[in-house]
């Protein structure tokens, strides 16, 4: 004999505890499974373990997908007001960091007690440890096995992630699982990710490891103004993750290293003051001291300011605010933050996540293809379609 639940749901991340507190609460039973030893372990680890977990200007600007205008329901219908109500209901104290980003002033745990608080509540059965070997249709419903364990539900709501850090149990199951039934599935990378250089263009930064600027970072009209560092193999740094959601191979990036600055004009006043000064002085006064040395030692004319012509003092401002380098690739799903791409939109209805094609199944969060910027946006993405499929699965 099957066991009987309204809705199961797969994945206890940020989405699926969502989905399921909502699902909870309208009285419906609901089992949410997981595969891993604790539920929302991507929450924990996240924002540095202070979890960013919405931003107050999160809107469907934020957000890459084939199409973009698919996630403005859910984040109307759940937005970050309503979470961080929620939030607030548990007296859980948070802060802006910048950029409008909300972190706890405690611990990412505290999101994660609040979730399964909730899903108590809701009389939620969660459980860990269990993996599914296979689904099938049954009538109006699924039949779902759970290793040996036949499962029956009306609503079967996917919300396994992306395939983004394979070392948390990230499997990308829910492609499959799409596939199955007959969805699309864009093609998906790693998104929110260092890059990398290649040799040829490594071997003269190396020494730059550690080094951080406030960088405007950009990829044709794409920019970020944010912090960039450069990495042993590369870049990293908040705007470099960024554009990394938009950089495919092959691609040039741009970077200002000094936005704002006119660098020729400084260059030019401090010639004027002090001809004397080396090029690499004058720019250590506007650089980290690592970053002038290379800059002026590349520019090959790192010699007194009196010695350069305008020309020369133009090609040094294009080095500091027009860098365009290619990377070679990324650091990969390793430390991807998120996986661009996924489950396609075309076959799912905006209001409630199912799937157009296959009543009862509900695709939620980072599986779909919807991917935030860095700074809260996934989290909020997570919250919103979770709270839709909730309303209805
Ligand atoms: C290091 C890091 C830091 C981050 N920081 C932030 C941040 O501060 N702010 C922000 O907005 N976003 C952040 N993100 C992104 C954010 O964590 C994700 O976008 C978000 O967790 C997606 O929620 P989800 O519920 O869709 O998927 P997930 O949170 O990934 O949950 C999916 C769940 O499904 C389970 N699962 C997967 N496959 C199976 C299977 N076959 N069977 C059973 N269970 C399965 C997994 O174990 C997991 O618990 C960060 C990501 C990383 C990696």
Avoid at 18 to 39: N, T
Avoid at 96 to 123: H, P, W, Y
Avoid at 134 to 150: K, T
Avoid at 315 to 340: C, F, H, I
Wanted: aromatic share 6%; glycine share 12%.
């Amino acid at each position: 004999m099957n066991r009987q639940v309204d809705v199961l749901i797969i994945g206890a991340g940020a989405a699926g505890m969502m989905c399921a507190i909502e699902a909870g609460k309208r009285g419906r039973s609901v089992l949410i499974i997981d595969h891993a030893d604790a539920p929302g372990e991507k929450i924990r680890i996240s924002g540095g373990g202070r979890c960013n977990f919405t931003n107050l200007n999160a809107g469907p600007q934020n957000f890459i997908s084939n199409n973009p205008h698919f996630c403005i329901s859910a984040l109307r219908r759940y937005n970050q007001r309503d979470f961080i109500g929620l939030v607030d209901r548990h007296g859980i104290a948070w802060h802006e960091k910048t950029l409008g980003q909300l972190f706890c002033d405690g611990s990412s745990k505290q999101i994660i007690q609040m979730l399964v608080t909730e899903m108590n509540k809701a009389r939620v059965e969660l459980r860990l440890h269990t993996a599914v070997t296979s689904i099938e249709r049954s009538g109006d419903g699924f039949i779902v096995d759970l290793a040996g364990e036949r499962v029956q539900c009306v609503s079967l709501v996917v919300a396994c992630g992306g395939k983004s850090i394979p070392k948390m149990g990230a499997t990308g199951f829910g492609y499959d699982i799409a596939r199955q039934f007959g969805l699309l599935v864009t093609e998906t990378r790693p998104a929110l990710v260092p890059l990398t250089f290649d040799e040829h263009t490594l071997a003269p930064l190396k020494s730059l490891s550690g080094v951080s600027v406030d960088a405007v970072v950009g990829h044709g009209r794409t920019k970020f103004a944010e912090a960039m560092l450069f990495t042993h193999r590369g870049l990293s740094g908040p705007s470099i993750l960024q554009i990394s959601s938009y950089w495919r191979e092959g691609d040039t990036i741009s970077v200002a290293m000094l936005p704002g600055t006119k660098v020729f004009d400084a260059l030019r006043a401090a010639r004027a003051r002090n001809g004397r000064q080396a090029l690499q002085t004058a720019l250590g006064e506007l650089l980290p001291k690592r970053l002038a040395q290379l800059i002026a030692e590349n520019s090959k004319v790192d010699t007194h300011l009196a010695d350069l012509s305008d020309k020369q003092l133009l090609a040094v401002e294009k080095a500091v605010n027009d860098w365009q380098v290619k990377p070679a690739g990324s650091e990969g799903y390793r430390t991807a933050e998120v996986t661009l791409g996924g489950v396609s939109t075309d076959g799912l209805d905006q209001k409630t996540m199912e799937a157009k094609s296959e009543k009862g199944l509900y695709f939620i969060g980072e599986v779909v293809d919807v991917t935030g910027w860095l700074g809260g946006y996934n989290f909020q993405w997570a919250w919103s379609s979770g709270w839709v499929a909730g309303q209805v699965a």
